[in-house]
């Protein structure tokens, strides 16, 4: 069964079948986040304005409660 899935992916491909990098389509090796900002970044132009940096929420104390707002829907 592997090979006629072998052949039959050989006469589809065509040449240069042999020639394709497998492990460059793995899925696995890639951080989405990574693609995000670089895909976020290439078209901003040199324009030395630095960016915003994102606010991180301030970690709880261990035992502190949460902040609560009565008034949020």
């Known amino acids: ?5 072998n ?5 589809e491909l065509g040449e240069g079948y042999e020639d394709v990098d497998w492990r ?3 899925p696995r090796q890639y951080d989405p986040r990574r693609i995000i900002r670089e895909a976020l970044l ?3 132009p040199d324009s030395g304005v630095e960016l915003p940096r ?3 929420t301030p970690r709880l104390a261990k035992g502190e409660d ?3 707002d009565s008034e949020a829907t």
């Open 1 to 5: 069964m592997a090979n006629n899935a």
């Open 42 to 44: 290439e078209d901003l």
């Open 7 to 11: 052949t039959q992916l050989k006469e």
């Open 54 to 56: 994102v606010k991180t």
């Open 24 to 26: 460059k389509l793995d």
């Open 66 to 68: 949460a902040p609560f």
